[in-house]
């Protein structure tokens, strides 16, 4: 009898620790200056506050350069990067030494891809905020497959016309995201 109190105690505060682990905190999420970064940080922003509650804010730089230094330094927590830009940030050969060198050098961690099918396009997370907000990488694997350069390119237009927020939430709605 004491067992399964016991055993419903730790489910009762299993459930309860999942529930909080990304409330009541503040994520940044940074950017360049380029039209698709901005737009899937807003992506990334709206899923997060959405889906946990959690504040997130936006910060913008100059180049993926900048935002890489920023998040080894802690002024911002999640950012996407391509390729292209992780070859470059790492003078890499692949695209699996350049994840290596992200994650012994700068203490970063790549996510599964966003979209690997035309570009590749990976969140990269601090490993001091996985401790924080240990939900963070179950929910971001959810955009997995979920856009294309094509509705990239779309709702990025739909912006232009009625604003970022009114056009991320519509299409993560329509993805059935939130």
């Known amino acids: 009898m004491f067992g399964k109190r016991l055993l419903i105690l730790f489910f009762i505060l299993l459930l309860y620790n999942i529930s909080i682990a990304c409330v009541g905190k503040t994520i940044y999420i940074g950017h360049t200056s380029n039209k698709n970064d901005e ?23 100059q180049d993926i350069g900048s935002a890489v230094k920023a998040s ?6 999640i950012f996407t ?14 695209k699996d030494e ?17 979209n690997d099918k035309e570009e590749y396009l990976v969140p990269v ?9 240990p939900a963070l990488p179950k ?24 604003g970022m927020k009114d056009a991320v939430k519509d299409f993560l709605k329509k993805k059935g995201l939130i």
């Open 81 to 94: 990067i391509d390729e292209k830009n992780a070859l470059e940030t790492t003078g890499a050969r692949s």
């Open 98 to 114: 350049a994840k290596e060198t992200y994650n012994v050098k700068f203490n970063l961690v790549w996510l599964k891809p966003i």
């Open 39 to 61: 737009l899937m940080a807003n992506i990334l922003a709206r899923l997060i506050t959405e889906r946990t509650g959690t504040s997130v804010k936006l910060k913008k730089y």
């Open 72 to 77: 080894q330094s802690g002024e911002i927590d």
């Open 125 to 133: 997370i601090r490993k001091d905020t996985l401790k924080k907000f």
């Open 139 to 162: 929910l971001l694997e959810k955009l997995n497959g979920t856009i294309n350069n094509t509705q990239l390119e779309e709702v990025r237009q739909d912006s232009e016309k009625r």
